[in-house]
């Protein structure tokens, strides 16, 4: 995947946002996806001395909020404030999600501003009254075009359906506002050109540029057949498109029309990370509507892939909606947080199963790392009364894993801080985890503490030392990944009181060897990631 995008002109914050998400019922495993991939890449960020700004939120408006609404017979509000304070903002922090903000399109900060940017937009002449009759998908809240839909089987025969929904569009006449969309093909298409990595992956980007190519048609901004929205400024008849009102969430949370200082020190976003089946969202009619109105574009619109379960994309009109908490009750919160990014190359479809996150959790967390941790920490206690030993008698032995710590460091801050490759830095972290252990191995420090001689105990001495400090680098790099188990190998590591907090460690000195000071305190504490129970029913 491509480093760059456009350049972010002017702005001083590293603006990350989610999607914001429909609040039509509670949030399963692939909202969760992107919501931890952000969160990694701002942790890594503000570990990198950045100021950082990271966004996610709730989409309230719109016809099929209206409609779940009324079929549990309360208000659109009501249901919104319910799902929000119930099941969206409680599971982010159970995820440890370190958001800086979190937007709800019903709020007035946000619908103000939503009705001053489209007043400004037909008052520029962007934004045109017309009748437009189609068939529409509730579940996207969109227009389809005739060649996006497929044959209904089953009891959908002989009617059209949406790909994504696999469920039936509606066909729909209304006397609607269009903002004239069809104008800036041939500029998004220039835009496109100058700056290669502005989407990624290269598939969504050859995905939207073909699209574009083949011409745009203008968009309906407004509807008139129901009134859950924020109204037209000028035109109480109809309320703005719910997508509209939702992409401009990147724009009014962060100051658009009421705190110039903070948007002009955030605006832009570096990156909206986003689901692929709403990308022409993002990568079409958002930067048409900000080259409308003169404002900057986005430095990177990345499209991840979708979870699969059984081999149908995870979601809830799929009923295949798993919740996070199924997973995390077992495996814990961290290690849920670690899988997805590891086994899945961001970016491309992926299988989730039960069985694959148990091996990788056993092999990888528990027997590679967690053991190593334990292993470390109960031989400084046994042969040093838990007092880190100076080193002393350092090889090229210790030259090697000084080497492949500074080798780890380059590469997981390149693949996931620039590239957002999360798997291949990930991997990078762990091979150097493998690394440590065969180092372990190899020097059989249980046989070294057996030669008494001063020689033998300077040995012994530099072994562990080697295998804590190289811990101390492992602790940091993965504190963006598994905060709560980093901080624990962090404090076992007596490093909180002679290094400080771990958040304030950077990553980029993550790979300067030595670091932890001789004479730390080093204690064996729980277990990192303990053994698994057999599966809940």
């Not at 089953?154 to 066909?171: R, T, Y």
């Not at 004239?180 to 050859?206: D, M, W």
């Not at 930067?287 to 979708?306: C, F, I, K, S, T």
């Not at 149908?312 to 909606?321: A, D, F, P, R, V």
């Amino acid at each position: 995947m491509a480093a760059t995008g456009s350049e972010k002109q002017g702005a001083t914050a590293y603006y990350v946002s989610t999607p914001i998400y429909y609040v039509n019922d509670a949030p399963h495993l692939g909202h969760a996806y992107t919501t931890v991939a952000g969160d990694v890449l701002t942790r890594w960020h503000r570990q990198r001395g950045e100021k950082v700004w990271y966004l996610t939120g709730t989409d309230e408006h719109g016809q099929k909020i209206m409609r779940t609404a009324e079929a549990n017979d309360v208000t659109p509000q009501a249901w919104c404030d319910k799902l929000v304070e119930e099941a969206w903002k409680p599971l982010w922090e159970h995820l440890n999600i370190a958001n800086d903000d979190f937007i709800r399109t019903t709020e007035k900060r946000h619908t103000d501003r939503v009705q001053e940017f489209v007043q400004d937009l037909y008052d520029k002449g962007e934004i045109y009254k017309g009748g437009y009759e189609g068939p529409y998908c509730v579940g996207c809240e969109e227009y389809k075009l005739p060649g996006d839909l497929i044959d209904g089987e089953g009891e959908f025969a002989g009617q059209k359906l949406c790909p994504i929904h696999k469920k039936p569009v509606e066909l729909l006449k209304e006397e609607n506002y269009f903002f004239k969309l069809s104008e800036y093909g041939p500029k998004l298409l220039e835009f496109y050109a100058a700056n290669p990595g502005f989407i990624q992956p290269e598939s969504a980007r050859n995905e939207v540029v073909n699209f574009v190519e083949q011409g745009l048609q203008d968009l309906s901004i407004s509807r008139s057949t129901f009134d859950w929205g924020v109204p037209v400024p000028w035109d109480d008849q109809h309320v703005i498109y719910v997508w509209i009102d939702a992409l401009l969430n990147y724009a009014t949370a962060v100051g658009y029309g009421a705190n110039q200082e903070k948007f002009d020190g955030t605006f832009p976003a570096n990156v909206h990370l986003i689901g692929k089946d709403i990308l022409r969202f993002h990568s079409v009619i958002w930067p048409a509507m900000l080259m409308a109105q003169g404002l900057p574009l986005p430095g990177r619109v990345v499209a991840n892939g979708w979870l699969m379960v059984g081999g149908e994309k995870m979601s809830k009109s799929n009923l295949t909606g798993i919740k996070p908490q199924d997973l995390t009750s077992h495996f814990g919160v961290d290690a849920y947080r670690w899988y997805f990014l590891r086994a899945i190359a961001y970016g491309s479809d992926g299988s989730f199963s039960w069985e694959d996150f148990s091996a990788r959790y056993t092999s990888e967390l528990a027997n590679d790392y967690g053991n190593l941790a334990s292993r470390v920490a109960a031989m400084v206690g046994k042969y040093f009364g838990g007092a880190l030993p100076e080193a002393t008698a350092a090889g090229d032995a210790e030259r090697a894993v000084q080497e492949g710590l500074a080798k780890a460091v380059a590469t997981a801050d390149q693949k996931i801080g620039e590239e957002l490759d999360f798997q291949s830095g990930i991997l990078a972290i762990f091979e150097f985890v493998k690394q440590v252990n065969g180092y372990i191995t190899e020097q059989e420090p249980w046989k070294v503490a057996k030669d008494t001689t001063p020689e033998g105990q300077a040995r012994l001495a530099t072994i562990l030392y080697t295998a804590a400090e190289a811990l101390r680098g492992v602790a940091v790099l993965l504190n963006a990944v598994m905060p709560q188990t980093s901080q624990q190998l962090w404090e076992s590591l007596g490093a909180e009181e002679s290094l400080g907090a771990l958040a304030d460690q950077k990553v980029q000195d993550a790979g300067t060897w030595g670091i932890l000071p001789a004479g730390a305190t080093v204690t064996k504490g729980a277990v990192l990631f303990p053994r698994l129970e057999e599966k809940p029913a």
